[in-house]
C-alpha cells in the first residue's frame, strides 16, 4: 500500500534552515507528481510546492526564492530545503501523492519558527 514519512521538522529561529524528507513506498515514485503542503493552525491546508516526474517544479508565491523541491528517485524520497524561513512559515508540513485518482498523505512533520 501506499505510505508517505515524513521527517525534519523541529524549531528553528528566524532567518534558520530546514531540510524535510518523505520517504515513500507503494507506488512507482518515479513516475507520480510529489507535492508539499502546509497547515498552519486555524488555516487551511495549502500547497507549498509541486515537482513532476521530470523535475520542474512550482512553489507558493509565499515561498519563492526560499524553498526548493526535490527528488531523489533512487531512494523513493521528495525533499523540501527550506531557507530564510519566516514565523509564518510555521505549520505542519505534508507530502502528498495522488495514485490512480485517490490522494495519499504523509503523518506530517511540525514546522516552528520561533525566537
Known amino acids: 500500500q501506499v505510505q508517505l514519512v515524513e521527517s525534519g521538522g523541529g524549531l528553528v529561529q528566524p532567518g534558520g534552515s530546514l531540510r524535510l524528507s518523505c520517504r515513500a513506498s507503494?507506488?512507482?515514485?518515479?513516475?507520480?507528481?510529489m507535492a508539499w503542503y502546509r497547515q498552519a493552525p486555524g488555516k487551511p491546508r495549502e500547497l507549498v510546492a509541486i515537482?513532476?516526474?521530470?523535475?520542474?517544479?512550482t512553489y507558493v508565491d509565499s515561498v519563492k526564492g526560499r524553498f526548493t523541491i526535490s527528488r531523489e528517485n533512487a531512494e523513493n524520497t521528495v525533499y523540501l530545503q527550506m531557507n530564510s524561513l519566516k514565523p509564518e512559515d510555521t505549520a505542519v508540513y505534508y507530502c502528498?501523492?495522488?495514485?490512480?485518482?485517490?490522494?495519499?498523505w504523509g503523518q506530517g512533520t511540525q514546522v516552528t519558527v520561533s525566537s
Open positions: 502528498t501523492v495522488s495514485v490512480q485518482g485517490r490522494p495519499y
Open positions: 507503494g507506488f512507482i515514485f518515479s513516475s507520480y507528481v
Open positions: 515537482i513532476n516526474s521530470g523535475g520542474r517544479t
